[in-house]
């Protein structure tokens, strides 16, 4: 999965960066800091995984991923590759969600591109460019279809729903806030927009507003968020980055002390994790106990295919039990066996989060 962290010149994006990929990309106070995306891996905390290792004692563990992608200040104009405008367009294409940080608090000392903290204002500075930038797709896709339409009249459907998402967007809204049905999601996912992105809202607030949570800027952009039914997120970046050098228990109580939760990184991970509708099945042994990231409503087959094409091709059944169960009985399987609690499920069972599974296939 490939996160890619957007946002003007100067809210705090580089900086929430460093903190949750501790990757040392370079953080500065003037625009432009970030040119190339600087890119980090950071494994998806699970005590599940954690729990299953000690009860195995396996010799790897390997937890599931998220790729984190730091990319370019925007301004206005990059539609029309105004600053790193073309950069920043054809990096965003690359990724499967976008984390948007929106700066939400006030510090004369450090320079906001417009002059002003306006959190509302930034957020649709970049939504405009995206729109403006899927309305030239759209612009060239409704040409060729009106084309091909002359000799093609199955195209009927596709131009309708071409000039409806034009039409939307044309007045200043996102693409992902229409309501479509299932053929029109399907087709205009295909489109690659970049408003039809899945997006999460990223508050950036200071030290003394992290613990609640709120201020007006804060509000306005959970509402303007709301209208999207996008996700919301509010973070410190610079409690981030202090908190990226302690070790968990120091952590911990660093958190603790402030009245936070969360960290800024686990709640974007379960952020992302709703808003791209994915979860967790586990596999455990004395060889490797791993968590495998799938999409919500995946059947068994599918979901041994992301271990090894192989698995799926061959699938017979799967063995499996819910985590928590297994956890009843101390990580026993042969107790969970005896007791009923190990299933036995086909081609047609829809893989749950936290399950721990064993696939028979045909090699």
């Not at 100067?10 to 953080?27: C, D, P, R, W």
């Not at 930034?122 to 460019?129: G, L, R």
């Amino acid at each position: 999965m490939k996160l890619g962290i957007v946002g003007l010149p100067n809210v705090g994006k580089s900086t929430l960066f460093n903190a949750i990929t501790k990757a040392g990309a370079e953080a500065a106070n003037y625009p432009f800091c970030t040119i190339e995306p600087n890119v980090g891996v950071v494994t998806v905390p699970d005590i599940r995984v954690k729990t299953l290792h000690e009860v195995y004692n396996s010799k790897k563990t390997i937890y599931t991923t998220i790729e984190f992608c730091d990319i370019a200040g925007l301004v206005k104009g990059a539609s029309k590759g105004e600053g790193l405008g073309n950069k920043f367009l054809s990096h965003i294409r690359e990724v499967a969600a976008i984390i948007h940080v929106v700066r939400c608090f006030e510090n004369e000392n450090i320079v906001h591109v417009d002059g002003a903290v306006n959190p509302i204002s930034d957020i649709e500075t970049i939504n405009t460019e995206l729109i403006l930038a899927d309305m030239e797709v759209l612009d060239r896709r409704i040409a060729r279809t009106t084309k091909a339409l002359k000799n093609d009249k199955s195209l009927q459907g596709q131009l309708e729903i071409l000039n409806k998402v034009h039409k939307f967007i044309s007045d200043g809204k996102s693409a992902r806030a229409m309501e479509l049905d299932e053929d029109e999601a399907s087709f205009v996912k295909s489109l690659d927009l970049l408003s039809y992105k899945p997006i999460i809202y990223v508050a950036n607030v200071s030290e003394e507003d992290v613990a609640t949570g709120s201020n007006p800027y804060v509000n306005s952009v959970k509402e303007y968020a709301a209208s999207e039914d996008a996700e919301a997120v509010v973070i410190s970046a610079g409690i981030e980055s202090e908190i990226s050098e302690l070790d968990d228990e120091e952590k911990a109580l660093f958190l603790d002390e402030l009245g936070i939760a969360d960290s800024g990184l686990n709640q974007l991970i379960k952020a992302s994790y709703h808003l791209l509708n994915l979860i967790s099945f586990l596999t455990a042994g004395e060889d490797e106990v791993r968590a495998w990231t799938i999409k919500r409503g995946t059947k068994a087959p599918q979901a041994a295919g992301r271990i090894h094409t192989d698995f799926e091709k061959g699938f017979i059944r799967a063995e499996t039990i819910a985590y928590d169960k297994l956890m009843e009985c101390n990580g026993n399987l042969a107790i969970a066996k005896e007791k009923g609690l190990m299933r036995s499920e086909g081609k047609e069972y829809i893989v749950k989060d936290g399950d721990v599974m064993n696939f028979l296939f045909n090699v």
